[in-house]
């Protein structure tokens, strides 16, 4: 009796045993009905596309160093499967120039991009919560981050040292900055934040930046000072919205966006140089249509909206 449940044990025992299978240039660890990308041939070169799935079973996971110093690559492709880029996954490939990153994946881990010199720009889904420690540390060559609208934090180091660098806007659920995330960006002169302050920031965030580098915050946004992590804090202004209409067009309709306590004054000019106020609106948080139902005086008669202070 006890030799057969020696037998079952180690019967169980292999049959939970991954499974690793080499196809084409990549590494698979098949677990259960799912699988994960573990390694690259160092030899691959040019765009490569992962696919979706191995054997009927999805691809799930990029593993830590799955591609790491993978020298030739120049372009990935991530399937909408994968939910999870591992540290280090494509540390130090030095040659790839961009990535797609797909809405499924919900994690990038600290170091994921570390050292991709020719990197030059990266969106970031509304999957991701968290921009890891280190992510895109050394990127010199990254010019272009679109971060989605769910990431409450970024990291330490997270963009230090991304030398071309020349504007970030960081979204309202951005809660969290860490210690020196884009010290080092020495082309980094427009920074943009489309909410409140972040609750939790370090005094050494923005070091290193060039003379000039300003905050742009939006109207109504708190948190803020006359500076701000060490740079100057300007508010933004919104572009003026200028149409014409002609006296067989009325009425006449104009769209657009408010913010929540904020006041605008729409205008009326027939030459774009003098202007009169003729109506004034109060803001909402939402979109507002002003129709003109009159004919207009001139042969060109134009409008705009402005903020008032």
Request: aromatic content about 10%; hydrophobic content about 40%.
């Amino acid at each position: 009796m006890k030799h057969t449940r020696s037998i079952i044990l180690i019967l169980l025992c292999v049959a939970f045993v991954p499974l690793i299978v080499n196809a084409d240039q990549l590494t698979y660890d098949i677990e259960g009905k799912t699988v994960t990308v573990i390694d690259c041939d160092e030899s691959a070169s040019g765009e490569l596309v992962i696919p979706s799935s191995y054997n009927g079973m999805p691809v799930i996971s990029i593993d830590s160093y799955a591609f790491s110093s993978c020298i030739s690559l120049t372009s990935v492709t991530i399937p909408d499967s994968v939910t999870r880029i591992g540290s280090f996954a494509f540390g130090y490939c030095s040659s790839l120039k961009s990535v797609m990153i797909p809405d499924s994946v919900s994690s990038i881990e600290q170091y994921a991009f570390w050292d991709c010199s020719n990197l030059m720009s990266v969106t970031i889904p509304d999957s991701v919560t968290s921009i890891e420690n280190m992510t895109f540390r050394n990127c010199s060559n990254l010019k272009s981050v679109l971060i989605g609208n769910k990431v409450t934090s970024i990291g330490r180091w997270a963009f230090k040292d991304c030398l071309n660098l020349t504007n970030i806007k960081i979204p309202d659920s951005v809660t969290s900055i860490g210690s020196m995330a884009f010290s080092g960006c020495i082309s980094l002169k427009d920074i943009t934040f489309l909410g409140n302050a972040p609750s939790s920031i370090v005094s050494d965030v923005f070091k290193n930046l060039p003379i000039g580098a300003t905050i742009t915050v939006t109207a109504g946004a708190t948190g803020f000072g006359e500076t701000y992590g060490g740079l100057p804090v300007q508010i933004l202004k919104k572009k003026l919205l200028i149409k014409s209409f002609n006296n067989h067009a009325a009425p006449f309709s104009l769209t657009f966006e408010t913010q929540l306590d904020s006041t605008y004054k729409i205008e009326a000019s027939h030459d774009l140089k003098e202007w009169g106020e003729i109506s004034e609106v109060q803001g909402t948080g939402s979109s507002f249509k002003f129709i003109e139902r009159r004919k207009a005086l001139f042969p060109k008669q134009y409008y705009r909206v402005k903020m008032k202070e």
